[in-house]
């Protein structure tokens, strides 16, 4: 069994500062994780993932996110927000063992002027 | 590469009628699933297949139909719409990289707009 949750349904923030979105996950086997992003009325875009390897990964538009199996976190950072940041963003994990992905149910940035 | 097609974008329906959602990718990913998306409720899966005949119940099955007959195409089929059915619905598929690997990432179509009257 998996599960995620995303702490905060809304985060806002100023153009400039940090933004960070909190994922914790459970997996009862070592987990694939992934951070996805969706713009209004498109489907979703992966921004980073991670598999194996390195804990700490970068991906897309300055985005990056550490993987801590201690505390079974996965949360996504970006040193300074961008009005183009404005979205939804998802976590998901996805057991090694198994094909079927778990999402959180998302988190909706907002960046102000 | 397409990637992953929807059609249609926007689809209204009257309850108790039957229609269906067509997906198809060109990636040669044997992975392929249905979700469907309401708000604050994230995405839930409808059904997936992990290749040609090969298909399984996720966690919303009820009310839909799935078939897979080639490796391009997911058809989810809605038998006798209901109000509860209305949603945005994507299609995604999958990979893994090597034989016995892991799925990796997931990609997904611009999805569909469906409203049940």
């Known amino acids: 069994a998996q599960s995620v949750t995303q702490l905060g349904s809304h985060v806002s923030v100023s153009e400039g500062a940090l933004v960070l979105l909190r994922c914790n996950y459970s997996s009862s086997v070592p987990p694939y994780l992934f951070w996805y992003v969706q713009y209004p009325n498109q489907g979703l875009q992966l921004l980073l993932k991670?598999?194996?390897?390195?804990?700490l990964v970068k991906g897309i538009n300055g985005f990056e996110a550490e993987f801590k199996k201690s505390e079974t976190s996965f949360h996504l950072t970006k040193p300074s927000a961008h009005m183009s940041d404005a979205a939804e963003y998802f976590c998901a994990v996805r057991a090694t063992n198994a094909g079927k992905s778990t999402f959180g149910d998302g988190t909706t940035l907002t960046v102000k002027p | 590469n397409a990637g992953v097609t929807q059609t249609p974008k926007f689809q209204v329906l009257k309850t108790g009628q039957s229609m269906t959602l067509q997906c198809a990718q060109d990636?040669?990913?044997?992975?392929m699933s249905w979700y469907r998306q309401d708000p604050g409720m994230g995405l839930r899966l409808i059904h997936y297949?992990?290749?040609?005949?090969?298909?399984d119940q996720g966690e919303v099955p009820n009310g839909y139909n799935v078939s897979r007959s080639t490796t391009e195409d997911f058809p989810l089929r809605l038998l006798s719409a209901a109000p509860s059915q209305t949603s945005v619905y994507f299609c995604a598929s999958s990979y893994r990289p090597g034989q016995g690997g892991a799925y990796n990432e997931q990609f997904f179509g611009p999805g569909t707009r469906l409203t049940v009257l």
């Open positions: 991670y598999t194996t390897g390195a804990t």
């Open positions: 297949s992990v290749g040609a005949g090969i298909t």
């Open positions: 990636m040669n990913h044997e992975y």
